[in-house]
């Protein structure tokens, strides 16, 4: 036997076993954002190098170790995308799209980081992304997070969620801030772990977030951010909360939340899970004012958020135990030689009669009792028996697979009718 090629480490199979679930929650998905007036933008999964560098920020831990980046057969840098909203501004850019007018679109798709695979991270994963542009006032990012309630509530899952919330300031509040905490985390170098010595040069507030019990010890008496932000920054958080409040929408300020992409501004949020042990951010946003004009565009404000869909869907699997309940409506079973042409095309008459109902066929034979029993595994309400008999008179045998009802014979021109008068769709 030759040897089995498998798939590459960290890179998924969705079998039909779970593909179901993601097929509801991505119905669940398109429906909210028909319902916000959000307009779908489809973007290409690879994206030149220095577009990715150039947005996130080199000393991102994105940019420095976990892009897929490869020479082309002309020798380009191309990298497969890491995140949506650089490959979104890209493209709105390009096409004109916020020139005089405000935009709330969104994408979903594969994204794809080099790094330890584990439960909830993965090297190629999936995210639904929202991005919107031109508006600067908190009320759209009122907005976009009562979009995730509705969302969380959609799935059931509003109470398996709690929101985070904070205001990162302007860059120069930023700036002030960071200084601060490096004067004070200096005094403590020694204490830190080897990630936040290093980042104390680098990407000083990515520190806030380091999970070393040690660090997180020092970092209780740091300064916050909180503290030096000014009266816009303080206003426009003040706003959202107001909206949040109203709404009645529950969240934490956490003036440690930071984000690992380096062009966040103002109000950054988190949506969090305690169910999927350490992976548990589930949905990540926030504002990103400069990015356009970093990236050649005018100036132009902008806030988006990303959910992990596997996050997403193994929090769902978490909640919602049961598994899917049916696969069709209805089972043809053609027992006898000569009888599989007679069930395929009732299967078609019916498919044309009643589009809605989920016909299965049995294909390649079988005795009675192994296609009984796959229509009883289908979960089909209703098997059609066609035997010899059957299929010389142009008649079917009706069994009724989930209640107790007398079998009954019908002309094969009548099942339509039968099954339109019997069954619910
Ligand atoms: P984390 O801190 O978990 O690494 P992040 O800050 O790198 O997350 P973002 O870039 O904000 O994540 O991406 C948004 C969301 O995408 C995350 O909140 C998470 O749900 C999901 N996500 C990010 N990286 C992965 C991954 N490798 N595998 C699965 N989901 C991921
Ligand atoms: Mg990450």
Redesign the pocket.
């Known amino acids: 036997m030759s040897q089995k090629i498998t798939a590459i480490r960290g890179f998924n199979d969705i079998l039909p076993a779970e593909s179901w679930r993601w097929g509801e929650v991505e119905a669940v998905l398109r429906d909210l954002m028909r319902a916000y007036g959000y307009h779908e933008i489809r973007l290409p999964i690879v994206e030149s190098t220095p577009l990715f560098a150039r947005a996130i920020g080199e000393v991102t831990?994105?940019v420095e170790k976990e892009m897929y980046s490869f020479a082309d057969r002309g020798g380009e840098s191309l990298t497969l995308r890491?995140?949506g909203t650089a490959g979104c501004v890209r493209a709105v850019l390009e096409h004109g799209l916020t020139y005089n007018q405000t935009q709330r679109l969104w994408y979903t798709g594969p994204?794809f980081?080099y790094?330890r695979p584990q439960k909830?991270?993965?090297?190629q994963?999936h995210?639904l992304g929202v991005e919107t542009f031109g508006m600067s006032g908190p009320d759209i990012d009122a907005e976009i997070i009562l979009m995730t309630a509705r969302l969380w509530r959609s799935l059931g899952l509003e109470k398996a969620v709690r929101l985070e919330l904070n205001s990162l300031g302007e860059l120069d509040e930023r700036a002030r801030f960071r200084s601060a905490l490096v004067q004070y985390l200096e005094k403590h170098r020694e204490t830190l772990d080897e990630d936040s010595q290093r980042r104390l040069a680098s990407n000083p507030l990515r520190i806030l977030?380091s999970k070393d019990p040690a660090t997180q010890k020092i970092l209780e008496a740091a300064p916050t951010l909180t503290d030096f932000l000014g009266p816009d920054s303080r206003r426009h958080l003040d706003g959202l909360r107001a909206v949040l409040d109203a709404a009645g929408v529950a969240y934490v300020l956490n003036p440690r939340l930071v984000?690992?992409?380096d062009y966040y501004n103002k109000t950054v949020f988190?949506w969090v899970t305690s169910e999927l042990g350490a992976?548990g951010?589930?949905?990540?946003g926030g504002r990103y004012d400069g990015l356009v004009e970093q990236l050649g565009g005018q100036h132009t404000p902008a806030i988006g958020f990303?959910?992990?869909l596997?996050?997403?869907l193994l929090l769902h699997a978490a909640v919602h135990a049961e598994t899917e309940s049916s696969e069709a409506d209805v089972f043809v079973a053609a027992v006898g030689d000569g009888t599989a042409p007679a069930a395929l095309l009732l299967g078609e008459t019916l498919r044309d009669a009643l589009p809605d109902l989920r016909v299965l066929v049995n294909c390649s034979g079988g005795s009675f009792k192994s296609q009984f029993k796959k229509a009883d595994k289908s979960g089909a309400r209703f098997a059609l028996v066609l035997g010899q008999d059957e299929v010389e008179k142009g008649t079917v045998s009706v069994k009724w697979l989930r209640e107790e009802r007398e079998q009954q014979s019908l002309a094969q021109s009548e099942v339509a009718a039968f099954l339109r008068e019997n069954h619910t769709l």
């Open positions: 831990d994105i890491p995140e994204m980081r790094e909830g991270r993965y090297r994963f995210q977030d984000r690992g992409l988190e992976q951010t589930v949905c990540a990303a959910i992990g596997e996050r997403l």
